[in-house]
């Protein structure tokens, strides 16, 4: 409750720091923001991140310079990011403020708002990239053999929770993708996704046998007995008969994670990380995990890479003769 109020809270401020800024300003972040949402087709929740890091900027480039774009230089840009990081900003905020405004410049500069785009020369603190925890194989294989125990029953949300778990390590799909999937995305005879992804791209993505049966009880058992008026093409429904609320979903990973012994505390993301490692361990290529997961660029395929990397050093410590 306390996260939705500062959440909240965060909002409104934009709100009055848009309204602050002169028109010409103003005017611009109301263009950006139909770049961003239209054209670029990204989620409400990064172009309001992308927002905020602009109208941070700019409301610091008025106090210390001017009300003009053209006082957006490098160096009210250097002085910008000083400042957040004096304020104790962490690296990995700091990097992706400065991306945020690079990108602002970048399309200031193309559409003429700006003479030139100092963008490209603003450096900032690298980011810290943690390797992501994972299951391991074995505590993957108990986390869906205790939730395949409790669908048993037969219970219909016992039943969705079962294939909500298996499709999600099967495919490493996003949860919003998974929360947003409708049944014209599934392909049952050749077991794939049709799913819309990031800057809305679609992929399609394939799933194994024990999802596809874990999905099938669903559908046939368990979704007839949740699915109102509401539901419409859902494929997961909430206890009311409304589409699965993404919240909901990380629960119920959450949960299922926590009963297998040694693992570590786990959401859907994960879940991901998870299968991606597996992939990668189990000898897929790194294009081809790239594909499944929809990412953009292969730079972010390459830290599950490291990963596996890790546990290959565990391995050879834990084992060799010499290690």
Known sequence: MERRRSGAASRIDLRAARASLPDELSSAVDRF??????????????VRAYLGDVVSLLTDV???????LDQVTLPALRSWLAGQHAQGISRATLARRAASVRTFTAWAHRTGLLGTDPGPRLAAPAKHRALPAVLRADQADSAMAASATGAEQGDPVALRDHALLELLYATGVRVAELCGLDLDDIDHERRLLRVL???RRERAVPFGVPADAALERWLSAGRPELSTERSGPAVFLGARGGRLDQRMARRVVHDAVQAVPGAADLGPHGLRHSAATHLLEGGADLRSVQELLGHATLATTQLYTHVTVDRLKAIHDRTHPRS
């Open 33 to 46: 923001q139909r770049h961003l949402s239209a054209e670029r087709g990204l989620s409400e929740h990064t």
């Open 62 to 68: 008025v106090a210390t310079a001017g009300p003009g």
């Open 197 to 199: 992804g990031k800057g």
